[in-house]
């Protein structure tokens, strides 16, 4: 059972480069969920889903766009790299169940240079 | 927006001593979870609480969720420097964003031996 899968683990990006990072779960967890997490600003919400075919905006949306077409993935695009944007990136899915918790994955960390 | 904040921000104490970390919000919460994180790794759910004044334990660490649900604490008794880490506090919104889970700052616990 692999859980939350991020890819890739690391990455260098030039101003002005886009990208995706993917995420995929193989839990059958309706609700996944972007976050960004900065020095001592703990992890903030970029996007988040509550099933296929629905997406909402999070804290921070600005500068990324979501889709999720599949239960399994949720990538997240940059549309225009900016050095704002350098950060370690955690997907996460969850059971939409009362007290369900979150599994993330490892995470992805950009630099945007 | 809803938010949480978590404090200490650092806490740094001897093998054998007792804590206690504090989650406060103005908002109400459906549930309140506590994750913990090492350093490279994707945070790791401790516990959840559901219901205003209950508490879960879990061997030597102790969570309450206050009676209007705004508030959590995490107690730890005799801390170990298997303890050290990244704790975080986060709460699960209720109604229409109840897959938005919403996470406070962090605390950063050291146990020296």
């Known amino acids: 059972n692999a859980g939350v899968t991020q890819t890739p683990k690391f990455q260098v990006l030039k101003t002005g480069q886009s990208m995706t990072l993917q995420c995929a779960q193989d839990m059958n967890h309706e609700y996944m969920s972007w976050y960004r997490q900065d020095p001592g600003m703990g992890l903030r919400l970029i996007h988040y889903s509550v099933g296929a075919g629905i997406t909402d905006q999070g804290e921070v949306p600005n500068g990324y766009n979501v889709s999720r077409s599949t239960t399994e993935d949720f990538p997240l695009r940059l549309l225009s790299a900016a050095p704002s944007q350098t950060s370690v990136y955690f997907c996460a899915s969850s059971y939409s169940m009362e007290g369900g918790g979150y599994t993330f994955g490892s995470g992805t960390r950009l630099t945007v240079v | 927006t809803q938010l949480l904040e978590q404090s200490p921000q650092f806490l740094s104490i001897q093998e054998g001593e007792n804590l206690t970390v504090y989650c406060n919000s103005s908002?109400?919460?459906?549930?309140l979870q506590w994750y913990r994180q090492e350093p490279g790794e994707g945070p790791v759910l401790l516990v959840t609480v559901v219901t205003g004044g209950e508490v879960k334990k879990l061997k030597r660490l102790t969570f309450q969720f206050g009676d209007a649900r705004k508030d959590s604490s995490l107690h730890i008794t005799a801390a170990q420097p298997g303890d050290t880490g990244l704790y975080l506090c986060?709460?699960?919104?209720?109604?229409?964003?109840?897959?938005?889970?919403?996470f406070g700052q962090g605390t950063i616990l050291t146990v020296h031996p």
């Open positions: 908002s109400v919460f459906s549930s």
């Open positions: 986060a709460g699960r919104a209720g109604g229409t964003s109840y897959g938005k889970l919403t």
